[in-house]
Every structure is written in structure tokens, then in C-alpha cells.
């Protein structure tokens, strides 16, 4: 009887399979790696943005107690509406600007966050007539509280056709 010889580079399906396997658990764990590093760059651009953002807001929250040290000024002492716009424009001068828009005062200030932001506060100042006779319990009420782009938008519209 003759022997069978059997090939030395027989690969079995068993073989295969472990081969895929191992190839497939390989690019799940490239990806898996390339997501993570991608989620933590994310993290720490979340994180650097936040801490602007609330640095910033303790910055804005300082200066609204120091306009509300104003308005309570400005309230005691005016004698009369002209009066008390002048006071507040006067008290709060060096940080923000007062505009008369209405039968309402407001009051606008900005506080950088970094090169491209800023958190844009601004404020209806309620003159002393308004807090008699409507009754409010606040010098102020607070018409907007956000962080705005402080640099020009520039479209890039060009394509790159060629490599060349």
C-alpha cells in the first residue's frame, strides 16, 4: 500500500478561521485605540472651553455686583429719572456702556473668554418709577447672558482639484 504524503502547507479551515479572528480582533482594537484618543482630545478641548467659559462668567458676575452697588447708589440719591441715568452712567463707565432704547436703560458689557470669544451680558436697568409702581424687587433684569465670536467668520471656498 502507498502512503498518501499530505502537503506540509496544508491550512485547514480551523487554521483560517483562527487567522480572521485574530486579524478582525486586531483592526477592532486599532479602532477602538483610534476612537479613544479622539474622544480625549475632545475631553480636553470640552474641558479648556468650560473652564473660559466659567472664569469668564465669575468675571461677569463681578462686575453685574459692582453695577448693582451702582444701581442701589443711583436709587437713593437721584432725584429724578435724568438723574439716576446720569449716575449709572457715570458709576459704570469704565466697564460698560449705557444705551437708552425705549422707556427702558440698558446697560451692555463684554468679558473675553479667549482670542475668538467673549460672554456678552446686558442688562434693563428698571428706573425708580418702574420699581414704585410695578411693584419689582430687582434694579435690573437680565436680557442676555451669552458667548459670542469676537473674530470675523472666513469662508474658505476654494477646491483643490489637482495635487499639484
Not at 27 to 40: E, K
Not at 70 to 97: P, S
Not at 127 to 154: A, F, N
Amino acid at each position: 500500500m502507498k502512503k498518501k504524503n499530505l502537503p506540509v502547507t496544508n491550512i485547514g479551515t480551523i487554521s483560517l478561521m483562527m487567522v480572521f479572528i485574530i486579524l478582525c480582533m486586531v483592526t477592532f482594537a486599532a479602532l477602538s485605540l483610534s476612537s479613544a484618543v479622539s474622544d480625549a482630545r475632545a475631553g480636553k478641548k470640552m474641558q479648556a472651553h468650560t473652564e473660559e467659559y466659567y472664569s469668564a462668567s465669575n468675571d461677569a458676575e463681578a462686575l453685574l455686583a459692582k453695577a448693582d452697588r451702582v444701581f442701589a447708589d443711583a436709587y437713593k440719591t437721584a432725584a429724578n429719572t435724568d438723574e439716576f441715568c446720569r449716575i449709572i452712567a457715570d458709576g459704570t463707565n469704565d466697564f460698560a456702556t449705557v444705551d437708552a432704547a425705549g422707556e427702558e436703560l440698558l446697560l451692555t458689557y463684554q468679558v473675553d473668554m479667549n482670542d475668538s470669544q467673549s460672554l456678552f451680558v446686558q442688562l434693563a436697568v428698571h428706573t425708580p418709577e418702574q420699581l414704585k409702581t410695578e411693584g419689582m424687587d430687582s434694579y435690573y433684569r437680565i436680557l442676555s447672558w451669552q458667548v459670542i465670536s469676537t473674530e470675523t467668520w472666513e469662508s474658505d471656498n476654494t477646491l483643490k482639484l489637482l495635487p499639484f
